[in-house]
């Protein structure tokens, strides 16, 4: 349920009216925006919550970090570093001076 704060007028005439979302169980509520009345006109600014945006931005990065993780466990981009290949890399360098 939205919650419409009292009218707040400044001194150069504009009105302000707070809009919040009623919190559950009767908890604290949560910003929705802020109705601007000139005499222009009026207009919507919605909040924006920093938090939640900052809180998404971390979880996409433990996100991309794991699957990171989990490629490399999988499959590291080295060679194969087996006994065969150690003794074909150390043949190839022979041939090489």
Request: proline letters at 6%; one cysteine or more; a positive charge.
């Given at each position: 349920?939205?919650?419409?704060g009292?009218?707040?007028?400044?001194?150069?005439?504009?009105?302000?009216?707070?809009?919040?979302?009623?919190?559950?169980?009767?908890?604290?509520?949560?910003?929705?925006g802020?109705?601007?009345?000139?005499?222009?006109?009026?207009?919507?600014?919605?909040?924006?919550?920093?938090?939640?945006?900052?809180?998404?931005?971390?979880?996409?990065?433990?996100?991309?970090?794991?699957?990171?993780?989990?490629?490399?466990?999988?499959?590291?981009?080295?060679?194969n570093?087996?006994?065969?290949?150690?003794?074909a890399?150390?043949?190839?360098?022979?041939?090489?001076?």
């Amino acid at each position: 349920m939205l919650v419409f704060g009292e009218p707040y007028e400044t001194t150069h005439g504009t009105v302000l009216i707070t809009v919040t979302r009623q919190g559950r169980r009767g908890g604290p509520g949560r910003a929705v925006g802020l109705y601007t009345i000139t005499a222009d006109g009026v207009t919507w600014t919605p909040a924006v919550d920093e938090g939640r945006i900052a809180l998404i931005g971390v979880c996409t990065g433990f996100v991309a970090a794991a699957f990171a993780t989990l490629a490399m466990v999988h499959r590291p981009p080295w060679p194969n570093l087996t006994e065969r290949a150690m003794i074909a890399q150390a043949e190839s360098m022979k041939y090489r001076r």
